[in-house]
T-cell receptor, first 116, second 109 residues
Framework: SAVISQKPSRDICQRGTSLTIQCQVD?????MFWYRQQPGQSLTLIAT?????????ESGFVIDKFPISRPNLTFSTLTVSNMSPEDSSIYLC?????????????FGPGTRLTVT | TQLLEQSPQFLSIQEGENLTVYCNSS?????LQWYRQEPGEGPVLLVT?????EVKKLKRLTFQFGDARKDSSLHITAAQPGDTGLYLC?????????FGKGTLLTVNP
């Protein structure tokens, strides 16, 4: 398994500003992901954070809006840039642990972002 | 695009009742994971099933993966208020997970 921590746990930000969310995993992992979750809704994948290369973004998400860093195998950051109220959401970091030919995926506690 | 349909979307029951949550897709998945998420927390992995027809038990929770690896079910026996939460199924293929919309379960004392 993997234990994942995120900072901050929550924040209230003004529109037009940016927030960087940090994610720390207690072990080295090959793949890390960033998700967004609207209250009471399911998870939407933003991007895969690749160590040593640019993140891979899902349809509807772009690097200019959600720049991601992955400097090593245990740490990643997600920045929400030029925020608007529509960016208010829970942002979740996730890490994949490979088990033979299959894998398990674990999540951090999330960062609750409110943009005013 | 792979889709996972979960049903029911909402479920409110009394303590001690049994319930089943379903997760269905037209796509085949190499594995299927079930998560429970409580308010203000991240999803917590409950189980991973990888073999068609596989059944796994976790105390009062029984998980089954369909023979064709396209569907799964979660059965809870004698539900307790502590079982309250959002139950999410997620199908694994290639390198990423596809999530269902979840079943919000409320168990009333």
């Amino acid at each position: 398994s993997a234990v994942i921590s995120q900072k901050p746990s929550r924040d209230i930000c003004q529109r037009g500003t940016s927030l960087t969310i940090q994610c720390q995993v207690d072990s080295q992992v090959t793949m890390m992901f960033w998700y967004r979750q609207q209250p009471g809704q399911s998870l939407t994948l933003i991007a895969t954070a690749n160590q040593g290369s640019e993140a891979t973004y899902e349809s509807g998400f772009v690097i200019d809006k959600f720049p991601i860093s992955r400097p090593n195998l245990t740490f990643s950051t997600l920045t929400v840039s030029n925020m608007s109220p529509e960016d208010s959401s829970i942002y979740l970091c996730s890490a994949k642990i490979t088990l033979g030919s299959n894998y398990e995926q674990y999540f951090g506690p999330g960062t609750r972002l409110t943009v005013t | 695009t792979q889709l996972l349909e979960q049903s029911p979307q909402f479920l409110s029951i009394q303590e001690g009742e049994n319930l089943t949550v379903y997760c269905n897709s037209s796509s085949v998945f190499s594995s299927l994971q079930w998560y429970r998420q409580e308010p203000g927390e991240g999803p917590v992995l409950l189980v991973t099933v990888v073999t068609g027809g596989e059944v796994k038990k976790l105390k009062r929770l029984t998980f089954q993966f369909g023979d064709a690896r396209k569907d799964s079910s979660l059965h809870i026996t004698a539900a307790q208020p502590g079982d309250t939460g959002l139950y999410l199924c997620a199908g694994g293929s290639n390198y990423k997970l596809t999530f269902g919309k979840g079943t919000l379960l409320t168990v009333n004392p």
